[in-house]
């Protein structure tokens, strides 16, 4: 594959961007659909160009098709900064995820955001938002993948924000913008830790220093826990969770494409392209694993209480990102990369049918809504295509990724392994919870969303075929993507084919016990949520009061929003360290300004009095000055 394409890949959205932001937004008017087109248009070709370059790779020999460097700055002192991709198995699946869920959420955008007087503004950054992640899952240095890492934290606050007139949706943009960069300040420390060390930001030569030992020890291990800090804020793992479920604000697809495929999957593949170092060091990897596993329960379990779908969807991402950690801490790459491409195609088509849900009824509260299996079929089956395929039930793709994680994680983490199982009873009640709420019973009324303009509500209705197809090829691929590695060909493919004997056939998984025992907590989940859900055999609301205290801690998110906000930020930091600050500026700072002025004014008024005015005073002191002059010169000149 030419190289020139392999750029393209990267480039034809960000021209996208480009063209809408400086050609079409301001002189195309505003009912056009042009910049959706464009959108469309060049990521469809990155897609077609990805197909051709994951084929590539395949063929290559070890994977990998090199692409020269090009020179970006050169610097004093020898130090040469290159800007350059990678193209090895990991970019090629990366590429795949990203482009496909992109081009789907665009493709759908264009029924979803007709009508909006941002549809210009909307697709310019959805390009921006679509190249800046192409570029960090290519980029072959961490200098630039982590400007494409802060790019892709800009644009999921003006995606978030879009609605900037609400002030629910601008908050929820600077409150996930400011939680992530908490993490990006660890990445940023351990980038340059790594280059004070060795002098380098190339990622290969960085695998190859760790792989030989050269790079070890401590530096290795809080080089790694740095790195794994930025995977912590961008992918909200526990405890900068926080920023995740109220991104529910922006447009319904921009949630579809954050949750999916770009900003919260940036940080399991920044574990996975930096493996290596995690690798050869013990405690950072077992960091990882253990981060994952608590992510993964905790994030469900507040999944069970929330009525937002969207929120409920949310916490749902959470958990499944806390597994993909998991995975790859207790497994290795192909491990949690394996799941994270699974989960792309069934998350995305969750967040566009809760979309579409919005689109008939007007909101998102799934207690005004009930009774939409028959007002909305194609939505109803795709929805539950994808609840099975994140529950993990046999053979659609989630059962797949999901039973790799739980093997390897009993192999070796067995503590984090019963965490594990936990959720996966959790998760098929919460999501099936939410089909039976949703699409069973009777239709209760919806009302308009909290959420902005979203949707053109009314009586229930199917949504248009631009909204639909995009569905149905999801759902396809969330049925289909597992058989990829049913031989274990991603597996091999990855680089890690070691891991992956498990899977050696289609009904083969079933030649032991785990994946059965799986099955059946997943389909307890199933039972309970339709027995509580669908036929009111029990009481939601006597399980809620028999199990109130955890029922408002799940409901009340651990009370995680009260304990930054108004102990840390409200309490700590702005009464406690930043009046110290404010004490220190008027008292110190103000203090030693005053007192330099103060002194200049006591010295300016006895300088006066030598200000005599009498000529033979001033020709006195000459004369001094003339002697002490002809002293000095002559005693040390």
Known sequence: MPHQFIWLIFLLPLFSFIIIGFFVRPFVRAESKLAGYITILSIGGSLALSVWALFAVMAAPHHEIPVPDVTWAVIEDGVTIHLGLIMDSLTAVMLIVVTVVSLMVQIYSQGYMQGDPGYHRYYAWMSLFTASMIGLVMADNLLFLFVFWEMVGLCSYLLIGFWFHKPSAADAAKKAFIVTR????????????????????????????????ALAGTTLTWAAIGIFAGAVGKSAQFPLHVWLPDAMEGPTPVSALIHAATMVAAGVFLVARMFPLFEHSTEALTTVAIIGGITAIFAASMGLVMNDIKRVLAYSTISQLGYMMLGLGAGGVAIGIWHLFNHAFFKALLFLGAGSVNHATGTFDMRLMGGLRKY????????????????????????????????????????????AMITVFMTAFYMFRAVFMTFGGEYRGGEPSAHGHEGHHGQPHESPRVMTIPLMILAALSILSGL?????????????????????????????????????????????????????????????????????????????????????????????????FEQFDNHVVDGAVNGVAGGAIVSGRAIRHAQTGQLQLYG??????????????????
């Open 620 to 637: 006195l002191f000459i004369g001094i000055g003339i002697l002490a002059i002809i002293f000095v010169i002559y005693f040390f000149g």
């Open 484 to 580: 990829w590695n049913v031989t274990g060909h991603f597996g091999a493919f990855m680089g890690h084919g070691e891991t992956h004997g498990f899977f050696t056939g289609l009904f083969h998984p079933f030649t032991q016990p785990l994946p059965w025992i799986s099955l059946i907590l997943a389909g307890s989940g199933i039972l309970l949520a339709y027995a509580m859900y669908r036929k009111s055999w029990i009481s939601p609301e006597r399980i809620g009061s028999m199990f109130k205290p955890l029922y408002t801690l799940f409901y009340r998110k651990y009370w995680f929003d009260e304990l930054y906000e108004n102990i840390i930020v409200r309490n700590a930091l702005l009464k406690g360290l930043f009046a110290g």
């Open 182 to 213: 908490l993490g990006d300040f660890g990445f940023l420390a351990g980038i340059l830790l790594l280059y004070l060390n060795t002098g380098t930001f190339d990622i290969y030569e960085l695998h190859e220093l760790a792989i030989a030992g």
């Open 376 to 419: 909305m079929p194609w939505t109803y089956l795709t929805f539950v295509i994808a609840s099975l395929s994140i529950s993990g039930i046999w053979p659609l793709s989630g059962f797949w990724s999901k039973d790799e994680i739980l093997i390897n994680t009993f192999a070796h983490q067995p503590v984090l392994f019963y965490l």
